[in-house]
């Protein structure tokens, strides 16, 4: 289903958006894999004196994956996450050309363990949004904002019992259609505020009317899936701010 939504960034801009959840990126598809691979070369790596051909093929196949970094990939990411990942794969590629075995070792440790630390952020990020299935997406959202489940379920326009049903452990019921994207959106804004903001800082960013959205509140907009791209942004850009 297609639809339509009007934001304000310094004018008034309208976008169509699609109402399903968007496919995952081949790079978020390949990025669990690699982590486990990385965690077994760190491994090997720890006892053995020198790179051996799994640890070299590896590394070959990590320097594949920064060609699935698509500009989709880029816009859904935390940047210093993403600089973080190339810098450690490119280390790692570096690491190779280095003749002495001791010292390609420690090089490639410290590459490897930067890259892999990078990638399992990255992937946790991703998952609140697109790779774990929505009723997990529910509960996390619960587990990690420290919001009441009547607060979520306002949020997401949803009655309370609608929304324990999605996080019951006994019952199939889940997030779908428009539901599961105005889930998917307000996790991953939570997954940006929640390392600056308490449980009702979060809120009230929600809830507050905000410049960039013509005044009107983020929350009003998670009913509008067209906000799946644009209220994570305007997260992250807050995160940013406090950072600095």
Request: charged share 25%.
């Amino acid at each position: 289903m297609v639809g339509r939504a009007t934001y304000y960034a310094g004018g008034m801009v309208t976008v169509d958006y699609d109402t399903t959840t968007p496919a995952v990126p081949r790079f978020w598809a390949n990025a669990a894999a690699m982590l486990e691979e990385l965690n077994v070369a760190t491994s090997v790596l720890s006892t053995s004196n020198s790179a051996g051909r799994n640890v070299i093929e590896t590394i070959e196949r990590l320097v594949e994956m920064i060609s699935e970094i698509t500009p989709e990939v880029l816009r859904e990411s935390d940047p210093y996450l993403v600089e973080a990942f190339l810098v450690g794969a490119v280390g790692c590629a570096k690491a190779l050309w280095v003749g002495d075995d001791h010292k390609q070792r420690r090089e490639l440790r410290l590459a490897l363990e930067r890259t892999r630390q990078a990638l399992r952020d990255l992937l946790d990020e991703c998952y609140v949004g697109q790779v774990r299935p929505p009723k997990e997406v529910a509960r996390w959202v619960l587990e990690v904002s420290g919001v009441s489940q009547q607060e979520i379920a306002a949020l997401v326009r949803v009655a309370p019992r609608t929304l324990q049903r999605w996080i019951s452990t006994s019952e199939a019921a889940a997030p779908s259609g428009e539901e599961e994207v105005r889930v998917r959106t307000l996790a991953r804004i939570i997954d940006q505020l929640r390392w600056s903001m308490t449980p009702v800082g979060v809120v009230r960013w929600l809830r507050r009317p905000h410049p960039d959205l013509g005044g009107r509140p983020p929350a009003d907009l998670l009913d509008e899936p067209g906000a799946y791209a644009e209220l994570p942004k305007l997260a992250a850009a807050t995160r940013a701010l406090v950072a600095f």
